[in-house]
């Protein structure tokens, strides 16, 4: 069992920025896949942006050039830097690992939430 936390939350005015993180345990010889996906109240968990494990990023259109993750390796942990944020980014954001090791099947692991409120 791999145990996601996330953690970084809070609130921040329309404009401002907050630094989430996503604490990954990890095992030298397995590859992670890291993501961010969001849920707003009443609506559907949606993606929000992705890192490999050699680095690539992808990034929802929503948050094409305010958003950036990276990850230090170092440290097991993975960051989501949210700036320019908006009233439509107030949502739970959840970190989801992918542990992909040889001869087993990849495995999805899931954080429990921080939420992220943002006022006009």
């Known amino acids: 069992q791999v145990q996601v936390a996330e953690s970084g939350g809070g609130s921040a005015q329309a404009g401002g920025s907050l630094r989430l993180s996503c604490a990954v345990p990890?095992?030298?010889?397995?590859?992670?896949?890291v993501s961010w996906y969001r849920q707003a109240p009443g609506k559907e968990r949606e993606f929000v942006s992705s890192?490999?494990?050699?680095?690539?990023?992808t990034y929802a259109d929503s948050v094409k050039g305010r958003f950036t993750i990276s990850q230090d390796n170092a440290k097991n942990v993975v960051y989501l830097q949210m700036n320019s944020l908006k009233p439509e980014d107030t949502a739970m954001y959840y970190c989801?690992?992918?542990?992909?090791?040889?001869?087993?099947?990849?495995?999805?692991?899931w954080g429990q939430g921080t939420q992220v409120t943002v006022s006009p």
């Open positions: 990890r095992k030298d010889w397995c590859r992670y896949d």
């Open positions: 890192i490999g494990n050699s680095g690539g990023t």
């Open positions: 989801k690992a992918v542990e992909s090791c040889a001869l087993i099947s990849p495995r999805t692991f």
